[in-house]
T-cell receptor, first 108, second 122 residues
Framework: EIVLTQSPGTLSLSPGERATLSCRAS???????LAWYQQKPGQAPRLLIY???SRATGIPDRFSGSGSGTDFTLTISRLDPEDFAVYYC?????????FGPGTKVDIK | EVQLVQSGAEVKKPGESLKISCKGS????????IAWVRQMPGKGLEWMGI????????RYSPSFQGQVTISADKSISTAYLQWSSLKASDSAMYYC???????????????WGQGTLATVSS
C-alpha cells in the first residue's frame, strides 16, 4: 500500500508569489499515475494535474506538475487570489489508491 | 455535459442503516469506474473504493473493507454507498467521483458529485 506525504502542511504566501508544493510516496508510483486536486471550502475537489504533469481541461497554465518515481511537485507560478485553497496529491496507479494529507495555501 | 448528482443530506442514529446514491448523466455510465471518497469534518480526502458499473467489479480500501458496501444499478445509471449499522465516526461528507478515462481503473477523477453529508448522532 502506497502512503503519500505532503509538505509543507501550510504555506503562507502573498498574491503574485510562487508556490511550490511537495508530494512524496512511500513506493514508486507506477507510470506517473499521480494527480493533484484543489479544494476550496464547501466545494468538491477539482482535478488540476494528472499523469504527474498534464493539466486537466480548463486549468490555467500557472499550474504545473513535475516529478516521477516517489517525488512530485505542484508549482503555482504566480498566486492568484482564487488559488488560496487546500491541495491534495493522489496516486491512482495501484490499489488501494490514496490521497496525501493536503497542503493548505493561505494568504500571508 | 457530464454530471454526478448525489442524494441529499442524511441524519441517522447509531446502529441504523443508510444508502446514499450518485446518479451519472451525460456519458456512458457503464464504461467508467466510479469512486467513493470520504472527508471527515475538517480533514482530508480518503479513498474508500471503486466500482465498474459495467460488470459491478468492486475494489475496497482495506480501511473500509467490510465496513461499507459499494454497488451500482446500471439500468438507472446510479452508484450507491451503504452501511448496515452506522457509527458516530461515520459522520462525514461523502463524494462520488468518476474516472477520467473509459475502462481505465488507473485514471484520475475528472468529475465529482456535490457531496452527501451524513450525520450520525444519538
Amino acid at each position: 500500500e502506497i502512503v503519500l506525504t505532503q509538505s509543507p502542511g501550510t504555506l503562507s504566501l502573498s498574491p503574485g508569489e510562487r508556490a511550490t508544493l511537495s508530494c512524496r510516496a512511500s513506493q514508486s508510483v507506477s507510470s506517473s499515475h499521480l494527480a493533484w486536486y484543489q479544494q476550496k471550502p464547501g466545494q468538491a475537489p477539482r482535478l488540476l494535474i494528472y499523469g504527474a504533469s498534464s493539466r486537466a481541461t480548463g486549468i490555467p497554465d500557472r499550474f504545473s506538475g513535475s516529478g516521477s518515481g516517489t517525488d512530485f511537485t505542484l508549482t503555482i507560478s504566480r498566486l492568484d487570489p482564487e488559488d488560496f485553497a487546500v491541495y491534495y496529491c493522489q496516486q491512482y496507479g495501484s490499489s488501494p489508491q490514496a490521497f496525501g494529507p493536503g497542503t493548505k495555501v493561505d494568504i500571508k | 455535459e457530464v454530471q454526478l448528482v448525489q442524494s441529499g443530506a442524511e441524519v441517522k442514529k447509531p446502529g441504523e442503516s443508510l444508502k446514499i446514491s450518485c446518479k451519472g448523466s451525460g456519458y456512458s455510465f457503464t464504461n467508467y469506474w466510479i469512486a467513493w471518497v470520504r472527508q471527515m469534518p475538517g480533514k482530508g480526502l480518503e479513498w474508500m473504493g471503486i466500482i465498474y458499473p459495467g460488470d459491478s467489479d468492486t475494489r475496497y480500501s482495506p480501511s473500509f473493507q467490510g465496513q461499507v458496501t459499494i454497488s451500482a444499478d446500471k439500468s438507472i445509471s446510479t452508484a450507491y454507498l451503504q452501511w448496515s449499522s452506522l457509527k458516530a465516526s461515520d459522520s462525514a461528507m461523502y463524494y462520488c467521483a468518476r474516472h477520467s478515462s473509459s475502462y481505465d481503473i488507473n485514471s484520475a477523477f475528472a468529475y465529482w458529485g456535490q457531496g452527501t453529508l451524513a450525520t450520525v448522532s444519538s
